[in-house]
């Protein structure tokens, strides 16, 4: 991704990267720097402790950035 890419992404919850043809959740994102906080999955909870897991890489490496759709299920009884 250029930093171009970067600054006109719209950035919202739940949203994935992939890093080195790996898929992994963005945790938090650094806009000044154009980074991307990665961990390997979408944790249950997250504690001041789970920082040290975060991982930090650079806009330029990474691939994509994608949210998975929610798919709403209407069971309306007609």
Same mark, same amino acid.
């Given at each position: 991704m250029t930093p171009h890419q970067f600054d006109e /992404? !719209? +950035? !919202? !919850?739940?949203?994935?990267?992939?890093? @080195?043809g790996v898929r992994k959740f963005v945790i938090s994102v650094d806009?000044? %720097?154009?980074?991307?906080? /990665? /961990?390997? %999955?979408?944790? @249950?909870? +997250?504690? *001041?402790y789970d920082w040290r897991s975060v991982e930090w890489v650079r806009c330029e490496n990474v691939s *994509?950035?994608?949210?998975p759709e929610v798919v709403s299920l209407n069971r309306e009884n007609k």
């Open positions: /992404l !719209g +950035f !919202g !919850g739940q949203m994935w990267a992939i890093h @080195k806009f000044q %720097e154009r980074l991307f906080g /990665l /961990l390997p %999955e979408r944790p @249950k909870e +997250f504690t *001041d *994509d950035v994608y949210r």
